[in-house]
């Protein structure tokens, strides 16, 4: 059993900048890929980033890439996903997921109770 917890979330101006972190605790937590998902109200929960457990591999979301940076410290068993350059439309609730897989996958073994990110334009 894996724990996620998420911290970070808040209200930021357009352009701004936020550091989610998500930290996780339970049995061989550092050994899993790690990742990113959100979601805005009435929308379904979409990909955001994702790393592998030893950190070598990065995945994005074309609407974030180039603004949002995923990174891992597994001595930490963190993820944090910094996100620069913020728009209206990043505003949702995140949710850290972790995953057992190579990759995070749509269906990911563990998720978080989620951290609200609100942009005002």
């Known amino acids: 059993q894996v724990q996620l917890e998420e911290s970070g979330g808040g209200l930021v101006q357009a352009g701004g900048s936020l550091r989610l972190s998500c930290t996780a605790s339970?049995?061989?937590?550092?050994?899993?890929?790690m990742g990113w998902f959100r979601q805005a109200p009435g929308k379904e929960r979409e990909f955001v980033s994702a790393?592998?457990?030893?950190?070598?591999?990065?995945r994005y979301a074309d609407s974030v890439r180039g603004r949002f940076f995923i990174s891992r410290d597994n001595a930490r068993n963190t993820v944090y996903l910094q996100m620069n350059s913020l728009k209206p439309e990043d505003t949702a609730g995140y949710y850290c997921?972790?995953?057992?897989?190579?990759?995070?996958?749509?269906?990911?073994?563990?998720w978080g109770q989620g951290t609200q990110v609100t942009v005002s334009s």
């Open positions: 997921a972790a995953d057992s897989k190579m990759t995070v996958t749509n269906n990911p073994d563990y």
């Open positions: 790393i592998t457990f030893g950190g070598g591999v990065t």
């Open positions: 339970g049995r061989n937590a550092n050994t899993y890929a």
